[in-house]
Nanobody, 112 residues
Framework: QVQLVESGGGLVQPGESLRLSCAASGSIFGIYFMGWYRQAPGKERELVASITNNGNTNYADSVKGRFTISRDNAKNTMYLQMNSLKSEDTAVYYC??????WGQGTQVTVSS
């Protein structure tokens, strides 16, 4: 089982940016599906963005044009660049490999 550790969350004001990182304990080379999910209080966990091993990406409509997912196989790390943050982006963000391995989550709070 691969261990995943997210980092980069925090408290920011609307319009600001954050970059989340997801570091894996093992190689992510060849892993087809990697993604970021989020869960806000009282809501179900939802897919934010995903990336395949050949670089194909997919985004939730609510974050298209603002968020960018990427992966660095050499560093065994996945990223989520979040720009133009909104209050509705407030949630705990989780990374996953294959939808099987999950990180512990990192809190993102967007508030003025």
């Amino acid at each position: 089982q691969v261990q995943l550790v997210e980092s980069g969350g925090g408290l920011v004001q609307p319009g600001e940016s954050l970059r989340l990182s997801c570091a894996a304990s093992g190689s992510i080379f060849g892993i087809y599906f990697m993604g970021w999910y989020r869960q806000a209080p009282g809501k179900e966990r939802e897919l934010v963005a995903s990336i395949t091993n050949n670089g194909n990406t997919n985004y939730a409509d609510s974050v298209k044009g603002r968020f960018t997912i990427s992966r660095d196989n050499a560093k065994n790390t996945m990223y989520l660049q979040m720009n133009s943050l909104k209050s509705e982006d407030t949630a705990v963000y989780y990374c996953t490999l294959r939808g099987v391995d999950w990180g512990q989550g990192t809190q993102v709070t967007v508030s003025s």
